[in-house]
């Protein structure tokens, strides 16, 4: 385990509705970053949270969008949910921000269903 | 888009050495290759990476052509528990955490 956690593992929603996604992230570590991972795919990179502030984003739409708190901890929120916004949703940690930093500790995903 | 091509799929035998190869032919000079591996239903867990040099760790080794155009990650003694998807990196942007995963090679460790 990396000691990033998630929540929740598992929701279903209903399309044109919201979700926030939680992320714990490993002691010691101030940058989060978000992924999001399509059924046979591999993740991609949403944004990334260093020091409560964005500081690099993917190519994805306003309506996501994200928050780090004073203690690192970040949430995900997703507006006006689409059916192709169905995923796995990764939480990863680590310290430095702007730098190489080299590895990566993912959380176990919220993987969220749109209906 | 991913700057890596690999393999959709390879096999190998239990306590064998399963060699994953990547091809990064357009890498840049400041970009390292990043390993990670994807257990089923896990996120993905950080492997090894490296620049130039060869690199080793307890879980693998790295090697990267002299030209840097591609790579091989090797895992000495390979597992049922290796059994994952196995995803080659190049580093993108200012930031050094925004990786851009492509589809990776899916191992199947038999015995």
């Known amino acids: 385990e990396t000691g990033v956690t998630q929540s929740p593992t598992h929701l279903i929603k209903t399309r044109g509705q919201q979700v926030t996604l939680r992320c714990s992230s490993q002691?010691?570590?101030?940058?989060v970053s978000w992924y999001q991972q399509a059924l046979g795919q591999g993740p991609q990179f949403i944004f990334q949270y260093y020091r409560e502030e964005e500081n690099g984003r993917g190519n994805f739409p306003p309506r996501f969008s994200g928050l780090q708190f004073p203690n690192y901890s970040s949430e995900l929120n997703v507006n006006a949910l689409e059916l192709d916004d169905s995923a796995l949703y990764l939480c990863?940690?680590?310290f430095g921000g702007g730098v190489n930093t080299g590895e990566l500790f993912f959380g176990e995903g919220s993987r969220l269903t749109v209906l | 888009d991913a700057k890596t091509t690999q393999p959709p799929s390879m096999d190998c035998a239990e306590g064998r050495a399963a060699n994953l190869p990547c091809n990064h032919s357009?890498?840049?000079?400041?970009?390292?290759v990043y390993w990670y591996r994807q257990i089923h239903s896990q996120g993905p867990q950080y492997i090894i990476h490296g620049l130039k040099n060869n690199e080793t760790n307890e879980m693998a080794s790295l090697i990267i052509t002299e030209d840097r155009k591609s790579s091989t990650l090797i895992l000495p003694h390979a597992t049922l528990r290796d059994t994952a998807v196995y995803y080659c990196i190049a580093q993108e942007g200012q930031y050094g955490n925004k990786l851009v995963f492509g589809a990776g090679t899916i191992l199947r460790v038999k015995s």
């Open positions: 357009t890498i840049s000079g400041n970009e390292y």
């Open positions: 990863a940690s680590t």
């Open positions: 002691s010691g570590h101030n940058t």
